[in-house]
C-alpha cells in the first residue's frame, strides 16, 4: 500500500549529539513536510519541501536541518539535540493535484533525548 | 492569540452520549478546514473535511461558521472506540498547503 514510513519509530540520543530522522513515501507526492509534537501539544510545522525548494518556518531554530535527496525521502537532521528538543517527530506529505490540503502523516519519531 | 484554539477537555462522556466540540481560528482567509483524530502516541489521521454547507460522515456531523470563524463536530452515540484526541485543523492561506492544528480536545468514552 502506497504510504509515509518513518524510520525509526523511537529513537534514544544523548544531549548534544547528532541525530537524523527518516521519512520516505511511495504517495509520489511534491510537498513534504516535518512537524514536532510536544505531549498535549499541536503538531508545530519546522520546515517543508516543494519539490526540491526548501521553505523553513520562521521560528524553527538552527538547530534543525533538512535534506530531499530525491521526491522519495526526506531527512529531518538535529545537530546538537538539547532536552528540549524530545518530542514526536511528524513526517507528511501532500500534493497539490489531490485533494486541496490533505496531509498524509507518517506513524512519527519518539525522539528521547538523555 | 493562537490562530486555532479549542478546548484541551478532557470530555468524559458515557456510551451511547453526543458530544460537541467546538474550534475557532484567527485567519478570516482560511479557505480549508478539516478535524484530524490522533490515538495516544499515534500520528493524526484525517477524520473529515469540513465544507460551508456542513456535512455528515455517519456518526459525525462538522459544521462551519465562516462569519463568526468557528467549525464544530458533533459526534452521537459515541463508542469506546471514538476515545482519542480530534484535533481542528484550517490552511493557512499562502499558496501551498500549510495547515495549522489546534491542540486538540480530549474525548474519553466509558463504559
Known amino acids: 500500500d502506497a504510504m509515509v514510513i518513518q524510520n525509526p519509530r523511537y529513537q534514544v540520543t544523548q544531549f548534544g549529539k547528532p541525530v537524523t530522522l527518516s521519512c520516505s513515501q511511495t504517495?509520489?507526492?511534491?510537498?513534504m513536510y516535518w512537524y514536532q509534537q510536544k505531549s498535549s501539544q499541536a503538531p508545530k510545522l519546522l520546515f517543508h519541501?516543494?519539490?526540491?525548494?526548501?521553505?523553513n518556518e520562521a521560528d524553527t531554530p538552527d538547530n534543525f536541518q533538512s535534506r530531499r535527496p530525491n521526491t522519495s525521502f526526506c531527512f529531518l537532521d538535529i545537530r546538537s539535540p538539547g532536552l528540549g528538543d524530545a518530542a514526536m517527530y511528524l513526517c507528511?506529505?501532500?500534493?497539490?493535484?489531490?485533494?486541496?490540503?490533505?496531509?498524509?502523516f507518517g506513524p512519527g519519531t519518539r525522539l528521547t533525548v538523555l | 492569540r493562537k490562530e486555532v484554539e479549542q478546548d484541551p477537555g478532557p470530555f468524559n462522556v458515557p456510551e451511547g452520549a453526543t458530544v460537541a466540540f467546538n474550534c475557532t481560528y484567527s485567519n478570516s482567509a482560511s479557505q480549508s478546514f478539516f478535524w484530524y483524530r490522533q490515538d495516544c502516541r499515534k500520528e493524526p489521521k484525517l477524520l473529515m473535511s469540513?465544507?460551508?454547507s456542513g456535512n455528515e460522515d455517519g456518526r459525525f456531523t462538522a459544521q462551519l461558521n465562516r462569519a463568526s470563524q468557528y467549525i464544530s463536530l458533533l459526534i452521537r452515540d459515541s463508542k469506546l472506540s471514538d476515545s482519542a484526541t480530534y484535533l481542528c485543523?484550517?490552511?493557512?492561506?499562502?499558496?501551498?498547503?500549510?495547515?495549522?492544528f489546534g491542540a486538540g480536545t480530549r474525548l474519553a468514552v466509558h463504559p
Open positions: 519541501y516543494y519539490d526540491k525548494d526548501f521553505n
Open positions: 485543523v484550517v490552511n493557512h492561506p499562502g499558496g501551498y498547503n500549510k495547515l495549522i
Open positions: 507528511a506529505t501532500s500534493s497539490p493535484l489531490g485533494a486541496a490540503d490533505t496531509q498524509y
Open positions: 504517495l509520489n507526492h511534491n510537498v
Open positions: 469540513v465544507y460551508s
